[in-house]
Nanobody, 124 residues
Framework: DVQLVESGGGSVQPGGSLRLSCTGS???????VEWFRQVDGHTCELASR???????YYTDSFKGRFTISQDNAKNTVFLQVDNLKPEDTAVYYC????????????????????WGQGTQVTVS
């Protein structure tokens, strides 16, 4: 099965850190991978993107505290979040720009592709 699994979320106090993971199974990440977060079940924000050559992009409001990285051996993309704030509370999702063959696609965050179940981050 082609699947995407996000993990690493949790409940933390302000100032804490989390490392979110996005692991693909049944396929290999060959395109850019993006991390989004969704607040209140519908409002999405693009946090960051990592390209196949390792270059990265951050939306302005995510610069400084968020760090995206990739471990090709583990087929996993990470999002390190430091100095967490209450406004970071959201469900975090990842998605590859190119949908792998055989993936079950669904609409999400203004796109249509493969998405995992998300990982909840709660800061309070």
């Amino acid at each position: 099965d082609v699947q995407l699994v996000e993990s690493g979320g949790g409940s933390v106090q302000p100032g804490g850190s989390l490392r979110l993971s996005c692991t693909g199974s049944g396929f290999i990440f060959v395109s850019a991978v993006e991390w989004f977060r969704q607040v209140d079940g519908h409002t999405c924000e693009l946090a960051s993107r990592i390209n196949p050559d390792g270059t990265t992009y951050y939306t302005d409001s995510f610069k400084g505290r968020f760090t995206i990285s990739q471990d090709n051996a583990k087929n996993t993309v990470f999002l390190q979040v430091d100095n967490l704030k209450p406004e970071d509370t959201a469900v975090y999702y990842c998605t590859p720009k190119d949908t792998p063959a055989g993936a079950r696609m669904r609409p999400m965050c203004g796109g249509f592709g493969i998405w995992g179940q998300g990982t909840q981050v709660t800061v309070s």
